[in-house]
């Protein structure tokens, strides 16, 4: 599997854990996310997304060691205040239908 930062992960037993920008930011970089994307794989593979966010009233304007985070160079401190402006910013097309349009 080659990611998008050039380093190719082997595959076998084992599983992926893919993180995003915000814990990347929270932990000054030491956990690195990286874009990622599913590819049709010529083997029988099992994927279970999870999604795991802070509460909406979440500090998210510093690290853990302090520093000021790209959120909160941005003048961003609480997490819901961030997503509501990063999610239509990265998956624009989550947002487009209304749940009573769905019905």
């Not at 010529?42 to 909406?56: G, Q, Y």
């Amino acid at each position: 599997i080659m990611l998008s930062s050039g380093i190719n992960a082997e595959y076998g037993d084992g599983f992926i854990v893919n993180i995003g920008t915000l814990v990347a930011d929270i932990t000054d970089n030491k956990l690195k996310a990286v874009r990622h994307r599913v590819k049709q794989m010529d083997f029988v593979r099992h994927s279970i997304p999870c999604f795991l966010n802070p509460s909406f009233d979440a500090d998210i304007s510093r690290s853990l060691a302090g520093k000021l985070t790209n959120a909160g160079k941005q003048n961003y401190g609480i997490f819901g205040d961030w997503m509501k402006d990063y999610l239509p910013a990265v998956e624009p097309s989550l947002l487009e239908d209304s749940f009573d349009d769905a019905l």
